[in-house]
Each structure stands twice: as structure tokens, then as C-alpha cells.
């Protein structure tokens, strides 16, 4: 039966990581979503029937598909959609980081930035001009501080925030790719993908 999962590597691998199995009753598995549109998570679902394979292995500990407000302390693998847009996201990625032992770049968001990234050829102030000040919406006018997360300046790939273990591209990853990466982590092997699973889009 896979258990606790010790990161080997210090440094990010692409496209596996080697993992260490120790013996606690079932791996602690979080998902998180960032600056994405959930496509990735909606792929997750897609698993379908292997989700019930999954839970007699994994406990879901953190999800948005769980409603879990807090992230928890000793999770062993942690998938992570979306890039890292504002500094809610940039707060969550460190603290995902601190508490988990595989952090998985999941999706083409989080490995490259893709489409939250768009808005890194424009100039913040155009963009929150364009969106909430001259947009067909009824966004109110002034300050946002306070009432929604601040944008950094650019929107950032998961790894250069913190470091990676995994990177886990596609837009979103098919469920064949996610099973492939996810099944070999909840029993401490190497991420083996095969070349067609490393593409992008
Ligand atoms: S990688 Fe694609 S599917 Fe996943 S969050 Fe980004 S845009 Fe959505």
C-alpha cells in the first residue's frame, strides 16, 4: 500500500520526480487552482471511474471540488493549475510549497504562464482600466484595495515562485496524462511521460 511520499530531488525534474514511500495509511493528495479557468480541474473529473481507484489510495485533503478553506500541513502531492497572477495566488503557492512534499506544475497555466500571461505585453494600469473602469461592466470606480487581490506586474509561471517537482503540461492535460503522472505518485514511482504527454496545448 503507497504511503508517506518524500521528495528525492532538490532541484525541479522534468518530467518525473523520484519519490520515497514510507508507511502511513493513504497519501494526502491536494489540488489547487490558481490563474486558471479550472479546465484542468474539469480534466481531473474527467478521470472518471479511475477517481474511485484513486480514493482507495489518496485522501483529497484540499480541492476547490472540496470546498476546503485552509490548506493543510503534510500533504504529499500537490497538483497546482494556473499561473500566479495576483498575491492571494503568490501567498497560496508559497504556503502550498511549504506544506507539501510533490508540488506539480499541472497544466500549461502553471508551466508557462499561457493565457493568464497574455496581459504581460500590456501595462497594468491599462488593464484595469479597460477591464474595470471602461468595460461593459458596473465594476465600481476607485481603489480595490482591500476588496479584491492585488495583480502583480506580471503574471508568472508556478516555477518561479517556488520551486517545482513535477511539470505536467497540456491545455488542459488529458485524463490519460494526469492518470499517467498522478497513479505513479500516489505509489512513490518516477513520472514517467511518454514523449506524445509532454506537449503542450
Ligand atoms: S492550462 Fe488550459 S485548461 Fe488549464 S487552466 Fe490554463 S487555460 Fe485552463
Redesign the pocket.
Known amino acids: 500500500m503507497p504511503n508517506r511520499i518524500e521528495p528525492i530531488h532538490p532541484e525541479p525534474t522534468l518530467p518525473g520526480a523520484k519519490v520515497v514511500i514510507s508507511n502511513a495509511p493513504k497519501v494526502r493528495l491536494a489540488t489547487v487552482w490558481l490563474g486558471?479557468?479550472?479546465?484542468?480541474h474539469m480534466s481531473f473529473l474527467d478521470l472518471d471511474e479511475k477517481l474511485l481507484d484513486l480514493a482507495e489510495l489518496a485522501d483529497l485533503v484540499y480541492s476547490p471540488i472540496a470546498d476546503i478553506k485552509e490548506f493543510p500541513h503534510n500533504v504529499d502531492v500537490a497538483l497546482v493549475?494556473?499561473a500566479i497572477c495576483n498575491n492571494d495566488h503568490l501567498e497560496l503557492a508559497r504556503q502550498v510549497r511549504e506544506r507539501s512534499k510533490i508540488v506539480v506544475s499541472f497544466?500549461?497555466?502553471a508551466v508557462t504562464g499561457?493565457?493568464p500571461s497574455l496581459r504581460n505585453a500590456l501595462g497594468l494600469d491599462d488593464v484595469l482600466t479597460n477591464v474595470y473602469h471602461e468595460g461593459p461592466g458596473k465594476a465600481p470606480h476607485g481603489s480595490a484595495d482591500h476588496v479584491m487581490p492585488q495583480l502583480l506586474p506580471k503574471v508568472l509561471p508556478l516555477h518561479q515562485v517556488v520551486q517545482v517537482d513535477v511539470f505536467l503540461p497540456g491545455?488542459?492535460p488529458s485524463p490519460e496524462r494526469i492518470w499517467a503522472a498522478v497513479s505513479s505518485l500516489i505509489v512513490g514511482d518516477a513520472v514517467i511521460l511518454e514523449p506524445a504527454m509532454r506537449t503542450f496545448g
Open positions: 486558471g479557468c479550472s479546465g484542468c493549475e494556473g497544466g500549461d497555466c499561457n493565457v491545455c488542459p
